[in-house]
């Protein structure tokens, strides 16, 4: 449970991933924008890729 709700200072190696996984979610955001038609198909596209990046940096913290 503490796993779950605790903060997690990062380390510098936690640090590097995170903003790794920020830019190259930014990046697919970017590309997917030009690409896609605006859509109720797009909009979902876009709040799964902030769930993808919330979920990575959880991981990232917490192991």
Known sequence: MDK?????KPDEAKVDAHTTCRATCKALAQCLDELLPESREKSIVFTKLEEVLMWANAAIARN
Not at 4 to 8: G, K, L
């Open 4 to 8: 779950r709700f605790d903060y997690h």
